[in-house]
């Protein structure tokens, strides 16, 4: 399915931009947002705490040696990341800090299934590529002349440099990160047959919970 | 046609299929915590939405409550209990505050309470929720956005994933406990070895589990990135849903709750139910664990440079040396608590171990019972006694506590965790702690050695 032209003008159909290698495996959701910054009622203010303690020392000064403090990676708004990529806990704090800290894509061979999903919510591309691919464009990364990679959302595609590559994306995350809609509004859309549904239920499934 | 249980789930939850490729599925019951619901609350009132069918969602304080007393020891997490409490209010939703009874670990509470049977389809804004696949139902979490979907239309936007069945087969030894089941099964199939699948336990050592060891069964399957765990409904699910208010009929639009015979699956792995002995975890993955009776790896093990690098990094996060015997490693702390071991079946294998025992010297060590209930039955039941007598603090309330220490119980940097938890990521039980996790009686056997130490030397 291949209808980008929605309803909303604005479409993001490449992403551009320096990336930073980030090698570990299994970078988990406490790793990406520490939970000390958990404890908050709204979504803003998060930057600071993405790969915090990555990033700052236990006196809150930078490490010098951590990629995202040093040029040109500071700038860089793709990461080419480990295996397992978000695994742990559902926490979208982990996403929404990413995001707030100029973070465009991740570059991965593979990504837990929630932070996958929140990854499509809020902008935040996430292409699976092989691992050789992977691997590839790992040593693109960590070439510090600050070259630029490039992502083709609606072709899936990769290109940095000699390499050109595929990447996987399922369709409904491909429209939903190039159309930028809202989930929740789109799927009022479908509340008769939400409401049909419902009236098939058996009254035994109809949990009410005790207040 | 044969189908998995996992496709008769989803296509008994099917609303309409998407035009982009999704389905919208039917989340019968949705469950929420104070961290990661506010948000969601918010996007709603942005939006000017209302909550689709309030009686279809539960709320429970358990991340940042504290669990010496239920005041909140602090004005952050004041606020967030407060918050979840006035959108409750606000929209007719069920809420189980500090005091409350029922009040508990989300996970603890839900099955306690009866809100889960075969069938259901179950969605929580927490990655445990495959919790609920112990009793046939398809239970994952989800993110805040998905919160606010859930909220607002009583549904999620799903893709149907691949299944894979893991088969144990065969008696496990004594001493052999689901816990430490499900960490073979991660140390097998490996962290995120099950991203993209659904998977099914099966075989005779998961149906000779009984709920409490299912349950930690499909609560860790999360760790090999399962985004669901399921294990048929049978007898064993039966009798325990009796008496329970809300417990449904044993099928659900006369569907069985199993696998059919001739059911295919994308994958299957085997484990001999023999071949499992009592695990700790080493490193700072859950699939980095060893039989008690070994030792830490050394890099010769690994083959290429990046794996021996990762272990070089895992030893020197957690303060091992290679080579070093698992029964070595001095602890600090002992914690029994947490979705994936805190029910009273749980806390009834720790005090066996505990009865006429004290903890060694210069370790702390403490209980979070999961729930307001399990605590009272455990008290009931006298297990109370036997955790203070062996030297083991009792925490008045429940909650997840030094799981993911939100709240005030937080080990040192440095400080090492003999933990019946499910994570042992760099800074899960504080900045800079080590955590080792075991079944609680495990955890039990190490708090009386002052190091890890085989429960089945303590007879
Ligand atoms: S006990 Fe731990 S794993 Fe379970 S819900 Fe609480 S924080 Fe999450």
Known sequence: MNDWQGKDGQMTKTIKGISAPLPLANVDTDVIMPKRFLITITREGLADGTFADLRFDNEGARRPDFILNKAPWTQANILVVGDNFGCGSSREHAVWGMRQLGIDACIGTSFAGIFYDNARKNGLALPIVSHQTRDLLLRFADDDNGAEIEIDLINRTITAGDIDAPFEMDPATQTALIRGRDDTLDSLEHAGAIREYEAGLKSKMRVSVIK | MSRTLYDKLVDAHKVCDLPDGDMLIYVDFHIMNEYTSPQAFSGLDTKGLDVWRPEAHLAVVD?????????????????????????????????????????????????????????????????????????????????????EHVLATQTLRYKRMKTMRVLIEGDTAPGVTAKDIIMKVVQVVGAGGANGFAVEFAGSATQNLDMAGRMTVCNMAV????????????????????????????????????????????????????????????????????PITAQVPVASDYVTPKAKAALARSLNYMGLTEGQSAQSIEIDTAFIGSCTNSRIEDLREAAKILTGRHVAAGVEAIVVPGSAMTRLKAEAEGLREIFEAAGFEWRPEAGCSMCLAMNDDIAMDGERVASSTNRNFEGRQGRGARTHLMSPAMVAAAAIAGHLADVRDFK
Request: charged share 20%; proline share 3%; with cysteine.
């Open chain 2, 63 to 147: 991340h940042v409550n504290a669990t010496r007393s239920n005041e909140p020891h602090d004005a952050a997490s004041k606020l967030l209990i407060d918050n979840l409490e006035s959108n409750c209010t606000r929209h007719d939703i069920a809420f189980y505050g500090l005091g409350d009874q029922r009040q508990g670990i989300e996970h603890v509470v839900v099955p306690e309470q009866g809100l889960v049977t075969p069938g259901m389809l179950i969605a929580c804004g927490d990655s445990h929720t495959t919790t609920y696949g112990a009793y046939g139902a398809l239970g994952f979490g989800i993110g805040t956005s998905e919160v």
């Open chain 2, 223 to 290: 760790e090999l990135g399962a985004r669901a765990a399921l294990i048929a409904a049978d007898e064993i699910t039966e009798t325990a849903l009796q008496g329970h208010s809300h417990s449904g009929r044993f099928t659900y639009n006369g569907e069985s709750w199993h696998s059919d015979l001739e059911a295919v699956f994308d994958k299957e792995v085997t484990i001999a139910g023999g071949d499992i002995e009592p695990l700790i975890t080493w490193g700072t993955s859950p699939d980095q664990s060893v």
